[in-house]
């Protein structure tokens, strides 16, 4: 969870005591979990390749994509911190039943390699059309009549409403992707049909977690990310249910791909979590996670304004990290532009000054001064429009470019995934790592 704004925000059984977590790891972050760890010369002396995981590109790829729909990527985050969790006993048997997985959305048009499956649907007359053993390529078109589906060429009917295909082997093909589970065609609001893959939790984790976190990175790394990307699942279970599914297949959520990213390290790493949650007050948490900090984490409260009790400033061990530090220029028409995109014009910039920080350096409002006047933008909003890693950042101005000097790439809340690594790498354990960057949490099974 997190490739789960899936970096920016993105996107989690055993009872501590029989860890000894108290005795080895102090998590109330005091001075000797930082000298156990924080050294940088020993960090670094330990640091492994790795590539930068998915869910840590969450926020920076759509900025650095230049989306102009910022308010709406913004607000995406937002519903993830603010999303209400399902208590524990409202939870459905996740052993039976699937998870629902947009795949696409609004789409007109699908192909799809079965075998000895059942099709199920409702022709346009109401007639419920039933055909077994359905094997071969099937093809539905969304047209003005309705839904016709073709098999090998062959027209089967034309439906309307839910179209189901229950498989009976390992798995299925859409549009040239293998998919574990079974598959339903949904009408969508907006037109055409949703195609939602229907997968059983533990068997979308096997995608999830190699999307999410390298599968080269340290076993007890991988644990906690399996746990934390479990987490995030059941948490939004049924969040758009209105819509037929439980989550997208992409960053808004977590990046799942099917069986072509599943990997034996990272299904090592399902198996032995299997059913482990992250809760606190007997609900699952919300399992935010990112790349890296920049040696240390920060408070939801502080960083969105949404106060979760969980999500509070623990240091960070992630020195082996590429974005640990680093420096970006940019001119000043980028700054300009990227203003404008927010809404806002002042001229040419002369002057950017940061008005406030929280606790850990990153910057929560910032004045911007030019030719025309000055503006106080939100520093996340202005991270987002002018293409920078992190909101932890100082600036300078000269001859028409801005340098900004910054740490860490993500919004720094919750598990760090570059930290997760390197307390793997320094012997800790998935259930220690977990409780260090999620505060005051339990682990339970689902079982």
Wanted: charged share 20%; glycine share 8%; hydrophobic share 40%.
């Amino acid at each position: 969870m997190i490739q789960a704004l899936r970096s920016l925000v993105s996107s989690s059984l055993t009872p501590p005591s029989v860890l000894g977590t108290q005795a080895r790891f102090p998590v109330a972050v005091q001075a000797p979990v930082s000298s156990r760890l924080a050294p940088v010369d020993r960090l670094q002396a330990q640091a492994r390749t790795g590539s930068i995981p998915a869910q840590s590109l969450r926020f920076a790829s759509l900025a650095l994509s230049g989306d102009p729909e910022l308010e709406q990527v913004l607000s995406l985050q937002m519903q993830k911190l603010e999303h209400v969790a399902p208590s524990l006993e409202s939870l459905p048997d996740f052993k039976v039943t699937p998870l629902k997985i947009a795949i696409e959305k609004s789409q007109t048009q699908v192909q799809v390699t079965l075998r000895q499956a059942t099709l199920v649907g409702t022709s346009t007359t109401g007639e419920t059309l039933r055909f077994t053993d359905i094997t071969g390529d099937l093809d539905a078109q969304q047209t003005a009549q309705g839904l016709v589906v073709r098999l090998n060429g062959q027209t089967l009917g034309t439906f309307q409403g839910p179209l189901r295909a229950e498989h009976e082997q390992e798995s299925l093909s859409i549009n040239g992707n293998a998919f574990r589970g079974n598959l339903s065609l949904l009408p969508a609001a907006a037109g055409g049909f949703h195609v939602v893959n229907e997968v059983l939790l533990e068997d979308y984790l096997k995608s999830v977690v190699p999307s999410e976190s390298p599968a080269s990175w340290p076993q007890q790394s991988l644990q906690a990310q399996a746990m934390a990307a479990r987490t995030y699942a059941v948490a939004n279970w049924g969040k758009n249910k209105a819509d037929g599914f439980d989550m997208n297949d992409d960053t808004s959520d977590q990046v799942y791909k099917g069986m072509s990213t599943e990997h034996p390290a990272t299904q090592e790493a399902v198996a032995a979590t299997r059913s482990q949650i992250i809760t606190y007050g007997n609900k699952p948490i919300t399992a935010l996670f990112f790349s890296t900090s920049g040696g240390h984490t920060d408070s939801s409260k502080e960083v969105w304004g949404v106060d979760l009790p969980y999500i509070q400033p623990v240091p960070d061990f992630d020195q082996a990290a590429s974005r640990y530090r680093w420096t970006l220029s940019r001119s000043e028409a980028q700054l300009r532009a990227a203003l404008a995109e927010l809404g806002h014009h002042v001229g040419t910039i002369r002057q950017i000054e940061a008005l406030e920080h929280t606790p850990h350096d990153r910057v929560k409002q910032l004045k911007i001064v030019g030719s025309q006047g000055s503006v106080v933008v939100d520093g996340n909003r202005f991270r987002f429009a002018a293409k920078l890693y992190s909101t932890k950042f100082t600036v300078k101005a000269s001859g028409g470019n801005f340098t900004f000097n910054g740490g860490g790439w993500g919004h720094a809340l919750g598990m760090s995934q570059w930290g997760a690594r390197q307390m793997a790498l320094d012997g800790f354990k998935a259930p220690e790592i977990v409780k260090h960057y999620y505060q005051g949490v339990d682990i339970q099974s689902l079982d």
